[in-house]
């Protein structure tokens, strides 16, 4: 018997959705029915990483035709205000209305407090905080005017929203500051039957700490913090976040944090 479809010609889309957790996000939406558009930075790296998405996503709808019908990119910086507009441009052409918005793009170079410089805290807010508020902004707008209006709105926060990281200062306070805003958005938006909540990943295998991780002594350390016993994958989020954006399965749900991140919090003492 086929497992069920559980956002079946929903619409959605996601920031920073060609890599980690959200490419894995934007693939399991795709299994489960949903039309998907991704966001990127736009450079060559990225369109090359959004090609072999396509060819995933052929693998799970079983042709190219109908992958590219229902998985698309649209490229910018989210810390742009009229990137978040494009995006939702874009799936409102599409497919009619947006049904689910991840807020996924962030970045995190690891850095010692006294070694952070003014640019690089700049570029860390405005990427993973002010791109967060623009991009559900817009989302917000379009889940508002559409009949009926709603639709569910995912931030893709972090167990560093809950816990300090000694070369994180930077970037602890932009997660800390998704999981607020998710909060407040949560209070403003319900009357429009706007649901918003917060992932909050562990420690998870990404293109962000793949170093760390390759480094036995820490990955060891890591693990042994973890009831679970191992770190996470990007595999882990999609089903929070099927569950998440699925109203027959959350509809009641909103101004939540969920913690996927295998016991470390409740660990850490």
């Known amino acids: ?15 920073g959705g060609v890599t980690g957790i959200g490419r894995a996000i934007a693939l399991g939406y795709i299994s489960h029915g949903a039309h998907v558009v991704v966001n990127h930075l736009g450079d060559a790296k990225s369109h090359e990483q959004f090609q072999s998405m396509l060819d995933e996503a052929e693998q799970i709808l079983g042709g190219k035709e109908e992958a590219e019908k229902r998985l698309v990119e649209v490229p910018g910086d989210v810390g742009e205000p009229d990137t978040g507009k494009r995006l939702v441009k874009e799936v409102v052409e599409r497919w009619g209305r947006l049904d689910v918005f991840v807020s996924n793009a962030g970045v995190c ?4 407090f006294l070694d952070i410089t003014p640019t690089l805290w700049t570029s860390t807010l405005t ?8 991009t559900i902004q817009s989302a917000a707008h379009q889940m508002t005017l559409q009949s009926p209006p ?3 709105i995912i931030g893709i926060s972090s167990i560093s929203a809950l816990v ?10 932009t997660k800390a500051g998704v999981l607020s805003l998710i909060q407040s958005c949560a209070c403003a938006l319900g009357k429009y039957s706007i649901r918003c909540n917060a992932l909050l990943p ?10 760390d ?26 089903g929070p976040a099927v569950f998440l954006g699925c109203e027959a399965l959350s509809g009641y749900v909103t101004g939540a944090q969920l913690l996927v991140d295998g016991g470390l919090f409740v660990n850490l003492q």
């Not at 018997?1 to 920031?15: S, V």
């Not at 990427?127 to 623009?134: C, D, E, I, M």
């Not at 562990?202 to 170093?211: F, V």
């Not at 991780?213 to 999609?238: A, N, W």
Request: aromatic share 6%.
């Open 164 to 173: 300090g990281g000694a070369r994180q200062a930077h970037y602890t306070p």
């Open 213 to 238: 991780l390759e480094d036995e002594e820490k990955r060891k350390y890591m693990e042994d913090r973890i009831p679970l016993g191992r770190t996470g994958v990007t595999q882990d989020l999609v």
């Open 202 to 211: 562990g420690t998870i295998k990404t293109q962000l700490n793949d170093k």
């Open 127 to 134: 990427t993973n905080l002010t791109g967060a508020f623009h």
């Open 150 to 152: 709603g639709g569910s």
């Open 109 to 112: 170079e690891f850095r010692e």
């Open 1 to 15: 018997m086929a497992a069920p479809k559980l956002l079946q010609n929903k619409a959605m889309a996601i920031t």
